[in-house]
């Protein structure tokens, strides 16, 4: 199967925000144009291999499939590289911004402050480290034990995201400015927050879950030989969506998630992001926000079906 999708462009430079100290430049091959076609081949689309890969990418929500959501940006994604040439972090950052317009996510405009950030570093270990170190705030709401987890994780990728709840009808997240907060009875003088929610259903839930920061350190050993697209692409998959991790969640070899799995075997590397990554990203930021992660999935696995099978009767 072949389809090209044409992604957009949005030009400019985001505003900067130095957090982190610049590591060596990594050395990548003549990268692609950051607006060329993204074009797939060789798919094989049934229900159960979409469902296999929905289930393979996403990591399991907080609370259960019944209970929990799965987790996406409410606001618009603004992504941020550091640690490349200048030409090559304004072409990852553009193609960037090409595939959050190419799944209809919302994208900010030039001179946003950066929600997104990719930053190539030499050791991962030693950068996690640094960061745990010296800007702790990088890893808020992340536990302990998750962050043990993402310094173990063995590279050459290291993600993380910083997740918040916030009410399904105001957009108000848990801890912000416009949260109210009320004093619990007790000896001690404490406050909870409170999401106030008028939502009566079995079916919506009266919060949902936002991802207000991600964040991707990729080893610029890995990036040898591979173009702007494969890592903006790569890095676009991985910082949208709060993915799987570990060896039982492997993604199938046509994923652009398998681009450094593809670099430990013979297979050949995925040259870019593949229709079902761009169908799979489209889904999740199409479905609802406000029902459980379960029938988020019922409501992705239709529309990426959809997507996939759009206009195979009408060929040749």
Not at 93 to 107: F, N, P, S
Not at 249 to 261: G, N, R, T, V
Not at 279 to 294: E, G, H, K, M, T
Not at 301 to 310: K, N, P, S
């Amino acid at each position: 199967m072949e389809m090209k999708q044409k992604i957009l462009v949005t030009l400019g430079l985001m505003s900067g925000l130095a957090l982190f100290p610049l590591p060596a430049i990594a050395t990548l091959t003549d990268p692609r144009s950051a607006d060329d076609d993204i074009v797939v081949t060789g798919i094989e689309i049934t229900k159960d291999a979409i469902a296999d890969f929905i289930q393979t990418t996403i990591a399991t929500p907080k609370g259960g499939k019944h209970q929990g959501q799965h987790a996406r940006f409410s606001q618009p994604v603004c992504p941020k590289v550091v640690g490349l040439s200048e030409d090559n972090q304004k072409q990852v950052e553009q193609r960037m911004r090409g595939v959050a317009i190419a799944a209809d996510m919302k994208v900010a405009e030039e001179g946003c402050a950066p929600n997104v950030y990719v930053m190539v570093v030499a050791d991962g270990n030693e950068a996690i480290a640094m960061l745990r170190k010296k800007r702790s705030r990088l890893f808020t709401s992340i536990s302990h034990y998750e962050r043990d987890r993402i310094a173990k994780s063995g590279g050459p990728a290291y993600a993380w995201k910083r997740i918040q709840a916030g009410s399904a009808e105001t957009g108000v997240l848990q801890n912000s400015d416009d949260t109210e907060y009320l004093p619990t009875v007790g000896a001690k003088n404490v406050t909870v927050p409170v999401l106030h929610s008028k939502v009566k259903s079995r079916i919506k839930q009266p919060t949902t879950l936002a991802m207000t920061h991600s964040f991707l350190l990729l080893e610029k050993d890995a990036l040898v030989d591979l173009t702007t697209v494969q890592i903006a692409d790569y890095a676009a998959m991985r910082t949208y969506i709060d993915t799987r991790e570990g060896e039982a969640s492997k993604a199938p070899a046509y994923s652009i998630l398998a681009l450094f799995d593809s670099a430990k075997s013979d297979e050949k590397r995925p040259e870019s992001a593949s229709e079902m990554d761009l169908a799979l990203l489209s889904s999740l930021y199409n479905s609802p926000a406000d029902v459980s992660a379960s029938m988020q999935s019922s409501a992705m696995l239709h529309r990426v079906e959809q997507e996939l099978t759009a206009g195979l009767d009408d060929r040749p």
